[in-house]
């Protein structure tokens, strides 16, 4: 088998019909029945692992199987009989008895399982109810069975109930403790990765295309992340230029500015009205009033609390007629809503760093179920990249796959911590990077930054504002860096 070109630098995701195609192909390659041997020996042992983990051992654990209809019942209870053979009591609840995989029951019959209609006094579940090819909410009996349970779920390939390839929910569903991914990661597993949880991946030999969604791996991340080199100096590193604030908010410019500052080791020029408030903080920034006294710059950021009066909407398309690479933010957006021709045709690298709302004012729709497709189709139509925030921030640029970066938590959900996201980005602008790479790793920088401060002098993590945030920005970054080796 090749290795794709990405090989560590993306971890793609692949759609229910990418993995169908690539199951058909394997079992063209391998005797009947044996992905399914794969896929099941895989879960057994993530479940057998999670038992010695939470009950300190596996004989004499009990564990109950929720079947389905169709293959991943039957990925349920050849591993039921794998269990069974290492001693766990394991009973099956058939929510279609009269569809179940017929060979996978006979398996866990002869090893001794039973069939039962009840959860029982378990000490693990493991949700083999639909598989990929599911659509929709759990049907009342499954919801009924699952609202019940109340002790930890394994997953089989995904939560039932939660949308493959969207990660949508629209009822009903599992939230899992541990879900094993049959042979690829799918979207689900990054899109909707808190109803997931912890996700294994068990190969079962599926030859993979080209993902047309991935993550960038942290190693890569930090690899390439711009760090002074011998011969550089601090305009060589790349000079970014932050407008943003107010006097309404003043905030926005000091944390934009701090987080550009913080990013990389060149140079921040300022321009705006919260000056003063800026350089309190960050003495080492270059200060102005105007876009015009800035100086030389190699990217913009544009918009965290700049306003949306006619004076703001002129310094926006002052900095957009320019041949410079520029992230537009917050309020940049809504300018940009009133005015799409400032940046629609601009053949400099332009990157919109939309919220839902944001995103509906730009389009005129709402982001649906489909946020992969949603903002797939915006980086299309306007041609620039698309920075879709969430837990899972999504990236489109066009004619290139979209970046998902999950971000582990929603610590980073709270007032300002856009404003932060933005002058990393446009940092990276500066400093050379392309807009999808620099899009992408700012937000999984972001997102590890969240995640320390929630934890900063805690027990357990807890609720954070911008401000630690950003004060964590540089030690995420040395982690992503340590990775790289």
Excluded at 205 to 231: F, H, N, S, Y
Excluded at 339 to 359: K, Y
Aim: aromatic share 4%; with cysteine.
């Amino acid at each position: 088998m090749s290795v794709r070109p990405d090989a560590g630098t993306l971890q793609g995701y692949f759609t229910a019909d990418e993995v169908r195609a690539a199951e058909a192909e394997l079992f063209t390659r391998v005797p009947a029945g044996v992905p399914m041997q794969r896929a099941a020996y895989g879960l057994a042992m993530a479940t057998a692992r999670e038992l010695r983990a939470r009950t300190g051992g596996v004989a004499g654990r009990s564990v109950t199987l929720l079947v389905g209809s169709g293959d991943n019942g039957g990925d349920a209870l050849w591993a039921g009989s794998m269990l069974r053979r290492r001693g766990v009591a394991v009973s099956a609840v058939l929510l279609k008895p009269e569809r179940a995989h017929a060979e996978g029951l006979a398996a866990l019959r002869k090893a001794g399982g039973r069939v039962g209609a009840e959860i029982g006094s378990a000490d693990l579940v493991v949700d083999g109810i639909v598989g990929i090819s599911g659509h929709g909410a759990l049907r009342p009996e499954a919801a009924e069975l699952v609202a019940g349970i109340d002790v930890p779920i394994i997953a089989a390939d995904l939560p039932s109930g939660v949308d493959a390839d969207t990660g949508a929910v629209a009822g009903p569903a599992v939230r899992a403790d541990v879900t094993v991914a049959f042979g690829a990661r799918k979207p689900v597993h990054a899109l909707a990765a808190a109803w997931c949880g912890r996700i294994e991946l068990v190969p079962i030999g599926l030859r993979l295309p080209e993902p047309t969604l991935a993550a960038l791996e942290p190693a890569a991340i930090g690899a390439k992340w711009p760090v002074p080199q011998a011969i550089d100096d601090k305009y060589s590193q790349g000079v970014v230029g932050v407008c943003a604030g107010s006097a309404t908010y003043p905030g926005a410019a000091v944390l934009c500015t701090g987080a550009a500052v913080a990013a990389t080791s060149g140079l921040v020029r300022y321009a705006g009205t919260g000056a003063a408030e800026v350089l309190a903080r960050f003495p080492e920034v270059i200060a102005s009033q105007t876009i015009s006294e800035t100086g030389r710059v190699q990217a913009w950021v544009f918009g965290p609390g700049a306003g949306t009066d006619a004076e703001s909407g002129k310094r926006l398309a002052e900095i957009l007629a320019t041949d410079l690479p520029v992230v537009v933010d917050a309020d940049g957006l809504t300018l940009l809503a009133d005015d799409p021709g400032l940046v629609r045709g601009r053949s400099a690298p332009t990157v919109l760093t939309p919220h839902a709302g944001e995103f509906a004012r730009l389009t005129g729709h709402e982001v649906g179920a489909d946020r992969v497709e949603a903002v797939r189709a915006l980086a299309e139509s306007w041609r620039l990249t698309v920075l879709l925030k969430g837990r899972a921030t999504l990236v489109a640029t066009p004619g290139r796959p979209v970046l998902v970066n999950e971000a582990g938590g929603s610590w980073a959900a709270t007032a300002g911590s856009g404003d932060v996201l933005s002058g990393v980005i446009g940092a990276l602008l500066a400093a050379g990077q392309e807009p999808r790479w620099a899009a992408a790793s700012a937000a999984r920088a972001h997102a590890l930054a969240a995640n320390l401060a929630a934890r900063e002098g805690n027990s357990a993590p807890a609720p954070i504002s911008a401000t630690p945030l950003l004060r964590q920005l540089r030690a995420a970054i040395g982690t992503l860096r340590a990775l790289s080796g």
